[in-house]
């Protein structure tokens, strides 16, 4: 028996099983599950906007690339991020599409 038999013999039972709602930050959203890495400036963004920016998208954050990366975003002044995100093949981002981006992910 899997885990969910112990569910069902429990709702059975009459006991009611309620799963934990997910949070909306962590698991939705057009990033969901992304690590997306943000080099050089964003346009109208500091460095905490577009990390808030990419966390409110359902992404994750994060200061440096590698191979589980999943898109980097480069805005002008990008540098040796940049350069490591097309030596592991890292989808780039145009940080003008920064906000097309957030809205539709890397799709």
Known sequence: G??????ED???????????????AAGTGPLAGKTVVVTGSIEG????EVEEAVRAAGG???GSVSKKTDA????PGAGSKLAKAQELGVPVIDGADF?????????
Not at 2 to 7: E, S
Not at 10 to 24: F, K, N, Q, S
Not at 72 to 75: F, L
Not at 99 to 107: P, S, V
Request: neutral net charge.
């Open 99 to 107: 906000e097309r981006f957030l809205r539709e992910g890397t799709g």
């Open 72 to 75: 980097v975003v480069a805005g």
């Open 10 to 24: 429990l709702a059975d039972a009459g006991v009611e099983v309620v799963l934990p709602a997910p949070r909306a």
């Open 2 to 7: 899997g885990g969910l038999g112990v569910l």
């Open 60 to 62: 994750k954050p994060a």
């Open 45 to 48: 963004y500091s460095r905490e």
